[in-house]
């Protein structure tokens, strides 16, 4: 499983700090939906934000991976927000920087590659400094660039 087979330049969105989780979280998936001309934003939206309600997916490591698996989609749909200046959830929070947002579908047969998914976002970037170098880059063919070379990197190991 390749992280860059779901993530290109154009699903990198560069954000600016947004006001609270949900907006930050419902940002991400209207911009999901219109790129990928999915219906039903509001159901979407109440997935994330439920899914997040029963356990935060916003990791130490300065990443955050909210996921859901719904029946909208017939494959792993995902998009990544970009915060340079970073985003916390509350004033004790480690910052975010990164956010990985995706739907899989909710077929059986799918859910050992949305699992595989959150793994391989793990993997790559548990690294507090990858993350933060990743944040600052200004452009989204930067950012692609260099999380593939990331990828392939980790992969050779």
Same mark, same amino acid.
């Given at each position: 499983?390749?992280?860059? %087979?779901?993530?290109?330049? !154009?699903?990198?969105?560069?954000?600016?700090?947004?006001? $609270?989780?949900? =907006?930050?979280?419902?940002?991400?998936? &209207?911009?999901?939906?219109? !790129?990928?001309? +999915?219906?039903?934003?509001?159901?979407?939206?109440? /997935?994330?934000? =439920?899914?997040?309600?029963?356990?935060?997916?916003?990791? *130490? &490591?300065?990443?955050?991976?909210? %996921?859901?698996?719904? *029946?909208?989609?017939?494959? +792993?749909?995902?998009?990544?927000?970009?915060?340079?200046?970073?985003?916390?959830? &509350? @004033?004790?929070?480690?910052?975010?920087?990164?956010?990985?947002?995706?739907?899989?579908?909710?077929?059986?047969?799918?859910?050992?590659?949305?699992?595989?998914?959150? /793994?391989?976002?793990?993997?790559?970037?548990? =690294?507090?400094?990858?993350? %933060?170098?990743?944040?600052?880059?200004? =452009?989204?063919?930067?950012?692609?660039?260099?999380? @593939? %070379?990331?990828?392939?990197? $980790?992969?050779? !190991?």
């Amino acid at each position: 499983m390749n992280l860059c %087979h779901y993530l290109t330049p !154009q699903n990198i969105v560069l954000m600016k700090r947004p006001v $609270s989780k949900e =907006d930050l979280l419902k940002g991400l998936v &209207t911009e999901l939906a219109n !790129q990928k001309n +999915i219906k039903n934003i509001e159901y979407l939206s109440n /997935a994330i934000v =439920d899914r997040e309600r029963e356990s935060s997916t916003f990791l *130490p &490591t300065g990443i955050a991976i909210p %996921h859901a698996r719904v *029946p909208d989609v017939e494959e +792993i749909t995902l998009i990544m927000g970009v915060m340079p200046e970073g985003f916390k959830e &509350t @004033q004790e929070a480690d910052p975010t920087y990164l956010v990985f947002l995706f739907f899989s579908p909710i077929k059986d047969k799918e859910f050992g590659r949305h699992l595989k998914l959150l /793994a391989k976002i793990a993997a790559i970037f548990n =690294d507090p400094t990858f993350v %933060h170098d990743v944040a600052v880059l200004s =452009d989204s063919d930067k950012i692609f660039a260099s999380i @593939q %070379h990331k990828e392939r990197e $980790s992969a050779d !190991q």
